[in-house]
């Protein structure tokens, strides 16, 4: 068990992405399986941008089965649909590259909590 301070929220604060990603992880430092509380919270920001490259992966499909709809600005816009939703995924799999990078660092010995380090998951 990771010897970490966990910090506690501010009322109201429960249904932030924070605040769910860190109950999420404490759920996992304590039923061991995670190491550290910096690599549990990387395993449920993996799980969850899984979670949501499938749902867009999902969008996706159903979007490219249909059939032209003769309105040409629904099949623009449908268009343009799958050109974002493309992008949004290549750049999932990006965040998903950098969580699984941060995975593998905190998962070696001595290796500097994620403040002290100077790394953390970029945005785009």
């Known amino acids: 068990m990771s010897r970490q301070i966990i910090p506690l929220r501010p009322k ?3 249904q932030s992405a924070l605040a769910r990603t860190d109950v999420a992880a404490v759920a ?4 061991g399986q995670a190491t550290s509380l910096q690599a549990a919270r ?5 799980a969850d941008l899984r979670l949501r490259r499938d749902e867009m992966t999902a969008l996706l499909s159903d ?6 709809s003769r309105l040409p600005h629904i099949d623009v816009a ?3 649909l799958i050109v974002a939703i493309v992008q949004g995924v290549v750049q999932i799999d990006l965040f998903i ?10 998962e ?4 500097l909590p994620l ?5 953390a998951l970029k945005g785009a």
């Open 12 to 14: 109201g604060a429960e």
């Open 28 to 31: 996992l430092l304590a039923g």
């Open 42 to 46: 990387a395993e449920v920001i993996l």
């Open 63 to 68: 979007l490219r089965s249909r059939e032209t």
């Open 78 to 80: 449908n268009a343009n």
């Open 97 to 106: 590259a950098q969580a699984r990078g941060l995975i593998e660092r905190t």
């Open 108 to 111: 070696q010995p001595g290796t």
């Open 115 to 119: 403040g002290e380090s100077g790394q």
